[in-house]
């Protein structure tokens, strides 16, 4: 089966820049990498996806190693706003029959005031 | 543009009742996934269907079923239900390709359910 690795927890000083790790070794050729991430007491929320190459908006960058077989999700400058828990996602699944979407265990991020 | 929307946002059900979830996606969208989300499993995907067939499936057992309607509304149901099934049950909606294709998915605030 597919699955992403991520540390449990993070901290960050406010102001900082923060670049939380997702490997994903068994990636398929195609798949696009997300991240979403979960406020509180909400549903996750889209952050960034890429395929290959790294990508920008208006709220982080995402770095993809060349292989694909890990992302890094960059947050410029870190603001208390953005404690919540960072997911990255990959599908599992052959390309013949159906499919499911891994969640990782999500990465707790903890920003210091 | 009003978001998805889930209803009920909280239920309480008792051991081997069954209950149904309702999800309705962003106008427009006509991709519906269903995810569980419990503390000690994390978020696991449940299935997704895309103009009324179910496109993609998870590892839940055949107590856990869904179907989606002409208007892209998609119900959750399950079945005989456990202590186990208690969870935060999260629905969410996309244009056109799932995740995999580069599709991005809006969330619901979810139905919490409870099982006692």
């Known amino acids: 089966d597919a699955k992403t690795t991520q540390p449990n927890s993070m901290e960050s000083n406010e102001e900082e820049p923060v670049h939380l790790p997702c490997n994903h070794s068994?990636?398929?050729?195609?798949?696009?990498i997300h991240w979403y991430r979960q406020l509180p007491s909400q549903g996750p929320e889209y952050v960034i996806h890429?395929?290959?190459s790294n990508v920008n908006n208006r709220m982080a960058s995402l770095a993809i190693a060349e292989d694909r077989k890990s992302s890094t999700l960059i947050l410029h400058r870190a603001t208390l706003r953005d404690a919540a828990v960072y997911y990255c996602?990959?599908?599992?699944?052959?390309?013949?029959?159906?499919?499911?979407?891994?969640f990782g265990t999500g990465t707790r991020l903890k920003v210091l005031a | 543009k009003a978001g998805v929307t889930q209803t009920p946002r909280y239920l309480i059900k008792t051991r081997g009742q069954q209950v149904t979830l309702s999800c309705s996606p962003i106008s427009g969208h006509r991709s519906v996934s269903w995810y569980q989300q419990t503390p000690g499993q994390g978020l696991q995907f449940l299935f997704e269907?895309?103009?009324?067939?179910?496109?993609n499936k998870g590892n839940f057992p055949g107590r856990f079923s869904g179907r989606q309607f002409s208007n892209s509304r998609s119900e959750m149901n399950v079945s005989t239900l456990e202590l186990g099934d208690s969870a935060l049950y999260l629905c969410a909606s996309s244009h056109d390709q799932g995740l995999a294709g580069g599709g991005i998915q809006y969330f619901g605030a979810g139905t919490r359910l409870s099982v006692l």
């Open positions: 068994t990636i398929s050729g195609t798949d696009y």
């Open positions: 996602i990959l599908r599992d699944g052959g390309y013949t029959g159906t499919y499911k979407y891994i």
């Open positions: 269907y895309f103009s009324e067939t179910q496109r």
């Open positions: 890429g395929l290959t």
